[in-house]
């Protein structure tokens, strides 16, 4: 089936020039998809009714709002907005309930996508004629705000309304694609899509994917950026990196999410939630000698990553005002790191060198469902806690990184 396409193409002269790459393209400068709409004067959206889904990561070049941008712009009549989690304007903590209320700088409503129902309903959205989607994600599957996107677009096909996504840099780049996809049984919010763990994909180019693979395809255009290429990683972009949730506080934030955040799910470990380093370390109270955790994972010399032992107390979460240690995670070439299997070497380690914690035997059964959902199956975890040997669950995880990265790459935009 045909899927009702509109990528909208926004030429501006001269915003390619002296970039002959994307590792230089940062003195140039990306453009996001606000900052191409608000020099193209907002025309697409006149005489329509204007809905908007954002977060504090909407912002354009000068760090301006899109809530304010729209709100202000002579051309656009905003009408309603839409928060993921977190919110409109980012004021609720990571897995809180958000509520419907109105926002007090605009005095619009803010409808929430994150509480009673996660898919825009009838009453919302015959209020509009179009559905904006400006949000920054972080390039893993399991960071809800592209569960969000594909809510959205659910409900644009469903009431006939169109979608336009404005489209941002996908801060892990265009080409790290790693995990199996999400299988039948396996399908919920931190992995709604039949997607790797990591896609290697714009908010843009995988809306126009999904959108083509639907049997109920909505009326998309995605406005695209300038300057951004493939091979771009956040640091690339010259962008300021605006606190995506809580614990994504800095663009490279993003590097170290997929590293370690399946690990969040045994409930057990400290994975720097609570201390000063957000997915950039694992560690736990019954880990007694740092060095050796450290020295046994340089051993394997994995490419690109680098480990260091580190001593600390957390200030909240897993262990707080606990004495613990573990090991830092330094990404040492971004090319050639291999990100998601980082945190299944550390627990492969940790067993061999404390094999009287046996971490899936250890764990409440009840974060089993959480962390299948995440990994998208259980064959993970029922394969992996046979023996502790990533290499024995390694073929799994990799078996459709070449057929997504084909498949995937007919919707490229970039």
Known sequence: MKTKLYVLALVLGGMLAGCSNGHNCSQAGVKTGIDVLEEDGFAMFRGKRVGLCTNPTGV???????VDIFYEAEDVNLVALFGPEHGVRGNVHAGDHVGNEVDSKTGIT????YGATRKPTQEMMDQIDVMVYDIQDNGCRSYTYISTMGMLMEACAEYDKEL???DRPNPLGGRKIEGNLVEDGYISFVSQFKIPYLYAQTPGELATYL???????CKLTVVKMHGWTRDMNWDDTGLEWVVASPHVPHGSSCYFYPATGILGEFGFFNIGVGYTLPFEMVGSNWITNADSVANALNALNLSGVKFRPIYFKPFYAVGQGEQMQGIQIHIMDYDKVYLSEIQFYIVQELYKLYPEHDLF??????RFNMFDKVCGTNYIREHFSQGYNWADVKPYWDKDIEAYRQESSLYYLY
């Open 110 to 113: 803010m409808y929430s996508l």
């Open 361 to 366: 035997r250890d764990c409440n059964q009840n």
């Open 211 to 217: 959108n083509a693979k639907s049997d109920k395809p």
């Open 60 to 66: 354009d070049r000068n760090l301006k709002s899109t």
């Open 164 to 166: 336009v996504i404005l």
